[in-house]
C-alpha cells in the first residue's frame, strides 16, 4: 500500500525568500494509530518508533535532517532563547537565531506557532503562542531580543501565524476573556466567550512597528478541521501535537 501523502502547511510570504525553509506538519500522512496519525511528540502517549517515524517523514520532506533542528521545552510562557547550535532548550516558549544552516521548531496543538524572519540580517525567531503565552508576552520578548541581539528593525520582518484555535470555536471562561481586550472577545447572547488569539498577536506585531503587509495568519482553525489538524482542545488525550519549522540554508 502506499504511503499517504505528506500534507505541509507552508506559507506564501515565506516562499519568496530564497533559501527560506518552512513548514509546518498536520495529522494526516503519519504511521502512528487511531486519531494520532502524523503526530510528532513523545509526550503525548504515542510509541516512540512511530514518533521518529512520523518526525523522519516529516523532516526529509523539508529536506533538513535532525541533527540541525532546536527543539525547545515549552512551558506555556514568555522566555526566549538565543541559540547558535541544535538540541534541545529547556523552559523556553520562543527561539532566535542568526546561524544559518539551523533550524528552529515549536510543538502545538492548538496554541499558534509563530514564525518571524528579518529579511535584512536573515535572524529568525519561531514562537510558540497560546493564550498563556501570549498574554505574558512571549511576542514583546522576542521582538525586543531581536531588535537588542540581532539589530533588527520590525518594519524589515516578515511574520507568519499559523493555525490554532481561532476564534469560532476557542470558548474561554471568564477569567480568560478578562485578559484580554473587548476588540479580541466574541460575547454570545449565552454568555459564552471566544477568544480571537490570532488576532490578538496580529495586533502586537503591529504595535511593535510590524507592517501590515508583512503578516500573514492562517485561516485553519485546529479545533473545527478534523481531518487535517490536531487540537487538544478537541480530542483530549487522544490529540497528537504538529511540529512547525523555519531555517534559512547556508
Not at 525568500?17 to 509546518?24: A, D, I
Not at 478541521?225 to 547556508?250: K, Q, V, W, Y
Amino acid at each position: 500500500m502506499s504511503p499517504i501523502p505528506l500534507p505541509i502547511i507552508r506559507s506564501e510570504l515565506f516562499s519568496t525568500v530564497p533559501g527560506l525553509t518552512f513548514g509546518m506538519s498536520t495529522r494526516m500522512g503519519g504511521v502512528s494509530s487511531g486519531s494520532l496519525g502524523m503526530n510528532t511528540s513523545f509526550n503525548v502517549g504515542d510509541s516512540e518508533s512511530h514518533v521518529r517515524g512520523n518526525r523522519s517523514r516529516f523532516f526529509a520532506a523539508l529536506g533538513i535532517t535532525p541533527d540541525r533542528i532546536v527543539f525547545p521545552r515549552q512551558v506555556h510562557g514568555k522566555i526566549v532563547r538565543l541559540v547558535d547550535e541544535p538540541g534541545t532548550i529547556d523552559h523556553c516558549d520562543g527561539l532566535i537565531t542568526r546561524v544559518k544552516g539551523l533550524y528552529l521548531s515549536v510543538s502545538v496543538a492548538d496554541c499558534f506557532p509563530i514564525i518571524i524572519f528579518d529579511r535584512k540580517t536573515e535572524s529568525l525567531a519561531a514562537l510558540h503562542a497560546g493564550w498563556r503565552g501570549s498574554c505574558a508576552g512571549v511576542i514583546p520578548s522576542a521582538l525586543e531580543m531581536l531588535e537588542n541581539a540581532c539589530n533588527v528593525d520590525p518594519a524589515d520582518l516578515l511574520c507568519f501565524i499559523g493555525p490554532g484555535a481561532r476564534s469560532c470555536c476557542y470558548e474561554v471562561g471568564e477569567d480568560v476573556a478578562q485578559r484580554f481586550g473587548s476588540d479580541f472577545v466574541n460575547r454570545a447572547s449565552d454568555g459564552t466567550c471566544r477568544l480571537d488569539l490570532a488576532s490578538y498577536n496580529r495586533s502586537l506585531l503591529l504595535g511593535r512597528g510590524v507592517r501590515k503587509e508583512s503578516i500573514e495568519v492562517s485561516e485553519n482553525c485546529t479545533i473545527c478541521t478534523p481531518e487535517l489538524l490536531h487540537s487538544f482542545r478537541r480530542d483530549g488525550a487522544n490529540s497528537g501535537r504538529m511540529m512547525a519549522i523555519a531555517g534559512m540554508c547556508r
